[in-house]
């Protein structure tokens, strides 16, 4: 267990190291996001009855934070070992593939929930935000930023270059997250678009994240867990096949 200790210790002091742009900037950045919008929608009506849309907007945003910052950590790591070349001092250790997984998802977890209790915090001085279930929020919060941690492992694995992460991150994840019901609840959309958000795993995190606060959703909490926890298993596999085969990593 040294070996994954010392990788897990080494992936969160990158971020760590440097937190005011890793953690502080998301959060700053989602705090705009909150007050251009609760300005611009002040007075909309609420998509849950007796939720504000302020209320209703920061669980969305503490989510999507979480969500992005979890994937740019594990996946701006291996991409930058590889084009630095130290990648080769991580391969050397004699490291299994469940620790290398093990501790990317893990530091990778650790941002994505510092940045999402940041953006709580800042937001429930702005708005009071109830908590109907703590259980909820946790499971998929840890749900949630697992599985974008493991996205952001293959994604690192796949590229050869940072402009592949960031294509990455701005025609997927961006889209996905942004188009998710962060901003709006998606039976304010045509039918179309409702069935069409339907398709989109990063709504079914985010409707659920959003009960643990409300006790109300778009769909079932249920079926979010299931999407979610499925997404989760699905890519977990995907990511240990792609360490176990070495795939760009030992050519």
Not at 95 to 105: E, I
Not at 109 to 128: D, E, W, Y
Not at 224 to 247: D, M, N, P, R
Request: aromatic share 16%; charged share 10%; net charge positive.
């Amino acid at each position: 267990m040294i070996g994954f200790q010392t990788l897990l210790k080494k992936e969160i002091l990158r971020f760590w190291k440097v937190a005011f742009q890793t953690v502080a900037a998301p959060i700053l950045t989602s705090m705009l996001y909150l007050l251009i919008f609760a300005h611009v929608m002040a007075g909309s009506n609420a998509a849950f009855e007796g939720v504000s849309y302020e209320q209703f907007l920061i669980p969305g945003l503490a989510m999507m934070t979480m969500l992005q910052n979890a994937f740019a950590n594990s996946s701006s790591s291996l991409i930058q070992s590889k084009i630095t070349g130290n990648i080769l001092f991580i391969l050397l250790p004699p490291l299994t593939p469940w620790n290398y997984y093990g501790a990317y998802v893990l530091a990778a977890l650790v941002r994505g929930l510092a940045v999402g209790a940041g953006v709580f915090l800042v937001g429930v001085f702005l708005a009071h935000i109830p908590i109907h279930n703590m259980a909820w929020i946790l499971v998929f919060a840890l749900f949630g930023s697992a599985m974008m941690a493991a996205l952001g492992i293959i994604a690192g694995l796949w590229a050869d270059k940072f402009d592949q992460i960031a294509a990455f991150q701005n025609f997927i994840i961006m889209p996905l997250t942004f188009l998710s019901g962060v901003f709006y609840s998606i039976h304010s959309l045509p039918t179309f678009w409702q069935n069409l958000s339907h398709l989109n795993p990063f709504f079914y995190m985010i409707d659920g994240f959003r009960y643990g606060f409300f006790g109300k959703s778009d769909v079932s909490v249920w079926l979010s867990l299931a999407v979610t926890a499925g997404a989760f298993f699905c890519l977990s596999v995907a990511t240990l096949h792609l360490l176990k085969s070495g795939y760009k990593l030992r050519q």
